[in-house]
């Protein structure tokens, strides 16, 4: 029981007690030394500098955040309605009072903005020929990452600072293209108050440069030059595509404050508890973003990194945790009518019951992801040396599951799949190479009237799509 106690509460008894006695010690020798005065001063403005970077990365990085999930929506339908993109905008931009618009550009031109109340003079405004766009328009889409613009004067007034994520769409050969950008648009002003720059300034003069997420190296666009020249403490800010510098100093400058006394403890105590709480909340931001970096907003299934990544896993697993396993590579033969028809409000409702049926008909072993608009990839593995029969057994519960009539606003739609199978370490000990039989079974499935799955044979399905001829593939 004590020794439970103590593994509960020790540490945090232990640290709240070297906490306070550092705090007592470094008050002593502040009022003996000289040099104890300097140092606390500066570790001061560093806690601002550090509280304030960190406020930024957060608050800079949740609009990257919004603004990719905005690029992958129109990654995986570069055709969504104008009424799903302001219903998924205004959710996306929620309550927060900084957030000025949210627009899409595909080749750069502004076709669609949110709000459009306030926000009209941007439509039809193309980014890339504005000379204090074009520069970052080009890095987001050569470095294919969203890039932080400005702060920068708005078209509709006032001053933002706006994310641009690159959009490349697969064409229907498997070719990435460039499609446009989507951005985010918040108010400098507001973003500045709620990080508490302007606070800030009230205990040190701060200074920031990097405009257009170019570091050190680049413009200045808050407080003073000076400072950049002077004994400073400093702090990059990682912002998306590249960072800002922050320097701060004392608010009178590097000079010894005799006045330092035992009330500052109540102040580091606060200090030290908002920076738990910073650090917590920013870890839990961490994980909440991971989570959604890794799963499809529609199906809520994993998304394409989620299940290569457990693929290669599952392979490197081969011998010890892994005996055996394998892909279901699905493609829907009939589902573009569905969205042609009747439209794709309906075609994702589709979607959505479908991913739940298949996810349903899946064991304790199979994890099973959306990978583009109809197609789905499904990996298998086991202690077993049976994956062929499971594989197969797997494939048939899910041709009976997609093939089940639903019923969506008096809709009656039959959808039916094609399904490529392949093994590994029999067929191959690659997940690329694995996922490139698994797809060349599917082409012989759809070829072979589909509604059917097809376990890959090695020589029989190699064919190039494009020549026609025989391709062996890569070991």
């Known amino acids: 029981m004590h020794r439970s106690m103590w593994r509960r509460w020790g540490p945090v008894g232990l640290g709240l007690l070297l ?178 720059l302007d606070s800030a300034r009230s205990e040190a003069n701060v200074a920031l440069r990097g405009r257009d997420a170019t570091g050190a190296e680049g413009e200045i666009f808050f407080g003073r030059p000076d400072l950049f020249d002077a004994p400073r403490v400093s702090a990059d800010i990682p912002v998306p595509g590249g960072s800002w510098l922050l320097v701060a100093e004392p608010r009178d400058g590097w000079i010894s404050n005799w006045a330092f006394s035992a009330p500052l403890m109540p102040l580091g105590i606060v200090l030290s508890v908002v920076f738990a709480v910073l650090g917590f909340r920013i870890a839990s931001d961490r994980v909440a973003i991971r989570e959604l970096a890794m799963s499809d907003p529609l199906t809520r299934l994993p998304n394409r990194r989620h299940v290569q990544w457990h693929l290669a896993e599952c392979i490197e697993n081969l011998g010890t945790r892994v005996g055996c396993g394998g892909v279901i590579l699905i493609d829907f033969d009939d589902f573009k009518p569905v969205n042609d028809l009747l439209g794709h409000r309906i075609g994702d409702e589709v979607l959505r019951v479908i991913s739940g049926r298949m996810r349903s008909a899946l064991g304790n072993n199979d994890v099973l992801a959306r990978v583009g608009g109809d197609e789905f990839l499904m990996v298998h593995s086991s202690i077993s040396n049976a994956c062929r029969n499971e594989l197969e057994s797997t494939a048939s519960r899910l041709l009976a599951a997609i093939s089940q009539p639903i019923h969506v606003e008096d809709n009656e739609i039959r959808v039916r799949a094609s399904m490529g199978l392949a093994l590994f370490p029999d067929h191959a000990r690659r997940a690329e190479v694995l996922r490139e039989c698994a797809d060349r079974a599917l082409y012989q499935a759809k070829s072979e009237g589909g509604n059917r799955a097809v376990v890959y044979r090695s020589g029989e399905h190699d064919i190039d799509r494009v020549s026609g001829n025989h391709r062996a593939l890569p070991e």
């Open 19 to 196: 906490l306070v006695a550092g705090i007592a010690i470094t008050m002593y020798l502040a009022h003996q030394h000289q040099s104890g005065i300097q140092e606390a001063n500066r570790q001061r403005i560093e806690n601002i500098a550090h509280a304030l970077a960190i406020s930024l990365e957060r608050y800079v990085g949740s609009l990257a955040v919004r603004s990719e999930a905005l690029a992958a929506l129109v990654e995986m339908n570069p055709d969504v309605s104008a009424s799903e993109l302001e219903h998924f905008a205004e959710r996306l931009m929620g309550a927060d009072p900084a957030f000025r618009n949210l627009a899409l550009a595909p080749d750069d031109v502004i076709t669609f903005v949110y709000p459009p109340a306030g926000n009209e003079p941007v439509l039809g405004v193309d980014l890339s020929q504005r000379a204090e766009q074009s520069e970052v328009i080009h890095r987001a889409r050569d470095e294919k990452q969203t890039i932080l613009a400005g702060p920068l004067n708005l078209l509709q007034g006032g001053v933002g600072i706006a994310t641009r994520s690159p959009v490349f769409v697969t064409d229907p050969t498997g070719e990435s293209r460039y499609w446009g950008l989507t951005a985010l648009v918040a108010d400098y002003g507001i973003v500045s108050k709620r990080i508490g």
